[in-house]
């Protein structure tokens, strides 16, 4: 099914509510819940199409799970060995973060199996995960470096990596790996990014140590059922932020939303740019630090994004983008060629969006210079990029037209209910579907 928004200018954000549960830490609770000895609980999860292909891939391999069910999670982890040969391919969907983790731990297991997903999926660069896994002594085929990837489980052996490009992906497919070889290993990484997985794995009951800018596991461990809760996801609060942040006369109240510092680059950002965002409630949740993040209307400036911030707002670029185009001077993005193998290439789409939109958008191989200009209305095709979608959406709120977003399906990958809190908080977002 196809379906399309159509946002009509003019509104306010208004009210106060939690945001879903974070996707990067769901895909993790899955994982490491399926191959943890005992029962994990997990509350606050993501039901996105995302998180859900994780769950049917571990219920592929023999792993009992039930629900969702109104964000609650139970599954019987089967231990590190326990996981069964799957019989048919398993399916990623549009999920990179399913896809590359997943690679990690099936590289270390005695049967064969298959990786597939849909044609997004199928366009991105899956030898990132190839290259550090086949060095360990996995045996993995695929066509050009992407997927389908054609699995067989071989014994593995650990490895220091030094990764080429700062990613929570890659860095985390090796770990998963480590947990099967034999040995130490450690990866380190150019920039911080996410540390999502040390942080679980070590709250399942698994050291991974930091050393510097490694992380680092001694293979052959066990893992062990938890209960946890997983915290609001800060990328999917981005779009709010950008929202009550255009838009005069917004004041909004995000509860709960993770502000694990490797995943904060969007506040500083926006904060630099001179928008008015305050957390309050600073607390911990699940080994994550979690705060409530108020946001009202504020004038943007423009800003030349520092480059340490680019991975630590790495999801946040299409909500950074419309900002920009808010403000009141020119913006430039350097050092973020990774947009280009998102869901969609994120530099082009959003370039193209804005222009249709009549902001002037110079792209660059790495990032690109927005010049604003007042938004006017008209059509945007978001190419199934949930994160352009929303972020689009969100430019309604202060364009002088109607503004039509196509191919919005995939919202659901990662956030489900934005249609929803969106128009509960004053868009007037209308979904057609066809
Ligand atoms: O590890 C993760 O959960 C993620 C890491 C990032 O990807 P990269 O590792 O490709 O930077 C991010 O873009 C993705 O949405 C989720
Ligand atoms: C890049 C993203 O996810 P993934 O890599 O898991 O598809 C995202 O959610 O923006």
Known sequence: MTIRYLVRPGSALKGRFPVPGDKSISHRSVILGALAEGVTEISGLLEGDDVLATIAAFRAMGVVIAGPDHGHLRIEGVGLRGLKAPQTPLDCGNSGTAMRLMAGVLAGQTFA?????????????????????????????????????????KP????????????????????????????????????????????MLNGFGYMVSRQGSSACLQGGGRLSGQSMQVPGDISSAAFFLLGATIAPGSDLLLEG??????????????TRMGARIDLTALREIGGEPVADIRVRYAP???????????????DE??????????AKTPSTLTGAEELRVKESDRITVMAEGLRALGVGVEERPDGAVITPAPIKGGQVDSHGDHRIAMAFAMAGLVASGSIEILDCANVATSFPSFPALAQAAGLSLEQLSA
Do not use: W
Not at 132 to 145: R, V, Y
């Open 113 to 153: 199996s298959t990786l597939v997903g849909d044609a997004s999926l199928h366009k991105r660069p899956m030898g990132r995960v190839l290259q550090p896994l086949t060095a360990m002594g996995a045996e993995i085929h695929a066509q050009d470096g992407k997927a389908p990837l054609q699995i067989q489980g």
């Open 156 to 199: 593995l052996t650990g490895i220091h990596y030094d990764m080429p490009v700062a990613s929570a992906q890659v860095k985390s497919a090796v770990l998963l790996a480590g947990l099967y070889a034999q040995g130490e290993t450690c990866v380190t990484e150019p920039a911080p990014t996410r540390d999502h997985s040390e942080r």
């Open 257 to 270: 939303v993770g502000i694990n510092p490797t995943r904060t680059g969007i506040i500083e950002i926006l």
């Open 300 to 314: 943007l400036q423009g800003i030349d994004v520092p480059p340490h911030l680019v991975p630590l707002a790495i």
């Open 317 to 326: 670029f299409p909500a950074f983008f419309v900002a920009a185009a808010c």
